[in-house]
């Protein structure tokens, strides 16, 4: 990410969002409400305060207010929103071409220096007595006067140094910096909710994540397989840096005992080369069965579910089985089934994780990693029906426990 310079002069920041603007017009309003909220709930959670907020006329750019020592803190919680696409800490001033141009000049005094080539690049919305190239041509020339002992020259095609003006309406914006941020994407929305099926792997988070990332309000659903604290505490503390993400001051993990119910149903499995794929269907049952358990409000209108296949060969289960497994999950959940990794190769996921924090632990997940797995789905889902697991699914529901993680 690029160095944050932050000017005493700055008090507010510039937020642009990209994708959002090819909605229609009343989709954008919504959004943009809701990525504005998002934005509020995370500095709240971070007790980053700010003065006020406010949307342009021509609804392009989101300002937040903040006095000057509060600005570092709220970049790096503002990187970690979905929707926003860049942002810019700056300072505001009037309309007028001779204010515009003393804030500008405050600016270049403290980032050009002697020799320096530089550019002033000028935007402008609304209805003024002059363009942005009188702008551009006039403060330009103000400050190759008023800074020559500074020796500057002007390149607009690729200077060393940039000012930018943004002239909005009533009010005008200088900064340096244009700050793209890591994820861009769409503000996640309370509505748009969906489970994440998690035994432990950290592709299954990362997928959950890129859900995340487009908009979507995840519910984490997590299959013990080991039964282990020090285990868990690493799971925890995964999900705990997920919350980062979200607008959201904590997330209630559903923590399901599925290695109970694979204790008890191996020893019925003649051939255990089946044993990975009837986990497989075990989870998308429990899955399937789960939301009539959840009364609370919070879990109404969830309509699908992450899976962490990829095609790398980096789980204990085989891809062929993650993969083929998939084509029955509809006799046991009417959910469709959201593959977000699949695409991605071993080196593309690892970067991700790096990307998303280098906090996220892995740890062993399967205390049974099978070997020599098979996979025939005529003979896996007669061996599935065959066992009685109906029970076992029940049992394993009334018992699931509810984890809360909080971001204090």
């Not at 996640?188 to 035994?199: G, L, N, P, T």
């Not at 906090?359 to 025939?376: A, E, I, R, S």
């Amino acid at each position: 990410m690029e160095k944050l310079h932050l000017l005493k002069q700055y008090n507010l920041v510039i937020i642009r969002y990209s994708e959002i603007w090819l909605k229609s017009q009343k989709v954008k309003i919504r959004m943009l409400k809701i990525l504005m909220n998002n934005i509020k709930n995370a500095l709240n959670r971070n007790e980053i305060p700010f003065n006020k907020y406010q949307l342009s006329k021509d609804s392009s750019r989101i300002f937040f207010f903040f006095k000057n020592n509060d600005l570092k803190n709220a970049i790096d919680v503002l990187n970690k929103v979905f929707g926003i696409f860049s942002i810019s800490p700056t300072l505001r001033t009037s309309n007028k071409i001779n204010n515009i141009s003393e804030r500008v000049i405050e600016i270049a005094k403290e980032i050009l220096q002697k020799g320096d080539t530089f550019a002033l690049r000028v935007r402008r919305s609304g209805n003024h007595d002059y363009t942005s190239i009188d702008v551009a041509r006039i403060i330009g020339k103000k400050i190759i006067e008023e800074l020559s002992e500074y020796e500057l020259k002007v390149n607009l095609s690729n200077p060393k140094k940039k000012i930018f003006i943004e002239i909005r309406d009533d009010f005008s914006y200088v900064f340096s910096q244009i700050i793209n941020t890591p994820w861009v994407g769409l503000p996640i929305e309370s509505q748009k909710k969906m489970f994440v099926m998690d035994v432990g792997r950290i592709y299954d988070l990362i997928a959950g994540f890129m859900l995340m990332k487009r908009g979507s309000n995840i519910y984490p659903i997590l299959f013990d397989m080991v039964n282990n604290q020090e285990n868990n505490n690493k799971w925890e503390s995964n999900w705990r840096e997920m919350l980062q993400y979200t607008p959201y001051s904590n997330f209630t993990l559903i923590k399901i005992n599925l290695l109970q119910i694979l204790e008890k149903i191996i020893p019925q499995i003649n051939n255990l080369e089946l044993i990975c794929g009837i986990c497989r269907l075990t989870r998308f049952k429990l899955i399937g069965n789960l939301k009539s358990k959840l009364e609370a409000k919070r879990y109404e209108r969830i309509r699908a579910f992450t899976d962490g296949l990829t095609l790398t060969n980096a789980s204990f289960c085989d891809d062929n089985v993650d993969l083929e497994s998939i084509a029955l999950s509809y006799l046991f959940s009417y959910y469709p089934i959201f593959t977000s990794l699949i695409g991605f190769n071993a080196e593309e996921i690892n970067n991700l994780k790096e990307k998303i924090s280098g906090n996220l632990k892995t740890f062993d997940y399967c205390k049974l990693k099978p070997q020599n797995q098979n996979y025939d789905q005529e003979e896996i889902l007669k061996v599935f029906n065959d066992l009685d697991i109906d029970p076992l699914i029940e049992e394993a529901l009334e018992s699931m426990t509810k984890i809360n993680i909080s971001s204090s």
